[in-house]
């Protein structure tokens, strides 16, 4: 069967079916906004919401990818197929790192439990690329047991993975001002769980006592789940297991709680809102300079309407 | 006349007259989004357009807001009224800096001819607020001549001044490896102007001379504007009329060419397409969770529907 013929339907089967080819070329199909997205995304819908997913997020430096590396093993060590989300202009995964972290990455290489792809982040300022939610689709339908996001702490990226992930992990080291810096970035809201990496270096009891009195004096929402913190070596594996755990206990109380369906049916919407306007924008920039907007634009250029004038008759005449 | 009872055109008229209580107020009311918000756009609308639009911008350090005060010394002996919004949490204007800046700061404190105002900046990721442009249009229709927009070259705040501003200046300085940082961060591109401060230090004439040979391979619009390079020590004065000069030159330059009439379309564009987006958002939020939207959120959900089949209901339906 050439790519060429590939059907969704076949494509589909094929991704349910194990076929890491097929996984792949959906993913392409939704990064390369085919034509045939629509139709992709209406034949995933009926096998989604499964998967749980996880957000990996951190300053450069803290060993955001070897963590991300520890814990798949840790997770296939624990029977479930893992699909990885690279959204990192530093990540090996991406290709921006060291050869040895590459090679480090090609531990998972020839598992076929474990799904990796590099997603382009948008724009040189960070931020999820618009297709990761529906690559995410692609994964979950495929029957990964756990999707991980992993992302670099700057720019929009990490507040974006918070809205769309179930946990939210956000990983520090000693020796990196990171309880400073984690109370300016706003992660203390955002972090379902903290992973102080590189525990064995001096320092790291200290980050953990910070970040648990900053946590304490954190303003988080109202869910009233209490973040947990764990400490790991990730480059020899210290600390795995308890992570693993402390996922599986937020999983549970989230399901418990009906957080996880809220939460699913808040990003279901985002997600749908943020296709809806997008939709909007493109028929009201469709009609090019002949356009009503544009002659609106002028009109408000001219100073003859104000924007808001200008806004309600574009929203009237559409 | 208590400042409960004066009406909108009362303000305008009184801002137009040259007073800054008046100016004040009516940024205060845009910056609140009062219920008064649509009348006061409505309004300066006929006055607005004369204004030129000058967006600063850099890293931290580079002496942005010591700049912005020498510029705006430099434009007040050229007879020109100015205005200056800051949105830089690290701005003396902003409160945000030593005390030693607000004291330099306030050499414009007593000047009718200099209004000077911080905007918050959205989020701690940087980044304009909304309500800049519309802070804009009142100092534009108080018939400032030149509205300066002073904002720290992080996050989006730099890409969002360049499609805001008519002319873009980027501050460097010797001794932050700017040359490589200029290039990462995509100001070359955003960059009508670039000012190496600071240029009496060590290492001013090689930033020059690095900023010059990558503007040179620099992926640039087709406009044709070639940026211009100015050296100033700005602490001390120097090189501040030629920074006068080099702006002038650019307003020209987009008059002649016609490139300030398309600017301020696009630029009118963008902020009427903002604002009905907006509105759209809101009525489709507004019906809570009664409503269509949530509705079709649930079914993405539980898979019954995928996202683009429900954003085309929802589009459908409004």
Known sequence: MSRKTDSVPDLVTAARGGSPRAVA?????????SPLLREVMAALAPHTGSARLIGVT?????????????LVAELRRRGERVGVLAVDPS??????????DRVRMSDHATDSGVFIRSMASRGHLGGLSWSTPQAV??????????????????????????????????????????????AKAGILEIGDLFVVNKADRD???????????MLTLAERGPDGWQPEIVKTVASVGTGLDELADALDRHQVWLEDTGHLARRRTRRAREEVQAIALEAVRARWGEV???GRLEELAAQVAAGTIDPYAAADALVAAS
Request: proline share 3%; charged share 20%.
């Open 91 to 100: 990540s090996p995964f991406s290709g921006g790192a060291l050869l040895g």
């Open 137 to 182: 689709r692609v994964l979950d339908a495929a029957g990964f047991d756990t999707v991980v996001i992993e992302t670099v702490g700057v720019g929009q990226s990490e507040v974006e993975i918070a809205a769309l992930a179930d946990t939210t992990l956000v990983l520090l080291a000693p020796g990196m001002g990171d309880g400073i810096q984690a």
């Open 25 to 33: 070329r959906l993913i392409s199909l939704v990064e390369d906004a």
């Open 288 to 290: 090019g300079d002949r």
């Open 58 to 70: 951190g300053s450069p430096g803290v060993g955001k990818s070897t963590t991300t590396n520890a």
């Open 203 to 213: 320092g790291a009891a200290s980050v953990a006592r910070d970040l648990r009195a």
